[in-house]
């Protein structure tokens, strides 16, 4: 987990990330999209492949790259449980709210 959201910190690697959520494409494409060089694009590229979080085909002398599922099925999980306890916060605090409201 740790290693997934070191690697999402970054913006330009978040960027990636999103553009990816649409469909996979090649480095060049990712670079033109976000204004960075190859070589700055391969450097994220590179982080996000050695999280696990993407993978790559290679297609002659072309690489194409799309998200792995399970890094982010992973992350769901481990936000579950938050979003568990958030929601049993604002349950609470509805709950005292309508007390409130009967009290007047």
């Known amino acids: 987990m740790k290693t997934t959201l ?3 910190a970054e913006p330009n690697r978040l ?8 469909g996979p494409l090649t480095v060049g494409e990712i670079a033109d ?23 790559v085909n290679a297609i ?8 792995r599922a399970e890094p982010f099925k992973e992350l769901d999980s481990w ?3 938050y979003r568990n306890i958030w929601n ?3 349950d609470r605090l509805d709950d005292y709210l309508q007390d409130l409201q009967r009290k007047d």
């Open 6 to 8: 070191n690697a999402l």
């Open 33 to 55: 999209r976000l204004g960075l060089n190859q070589p700055q694009a391969s450097k994220h590229l590179r982080v996000l492949s050695n999280a696990g979080l993407v993978e």
């Open 60 to 67: 002659a002398n072309r690489r194409i790259y799309k998200l």
């Open 88 to 90: 049993e916060r604002f």
């Open 15 to 22: 960027h990636i990330v999103e553009l990816l959520r649409d």
């Open 79 to 81: 936000l579950e449980s």
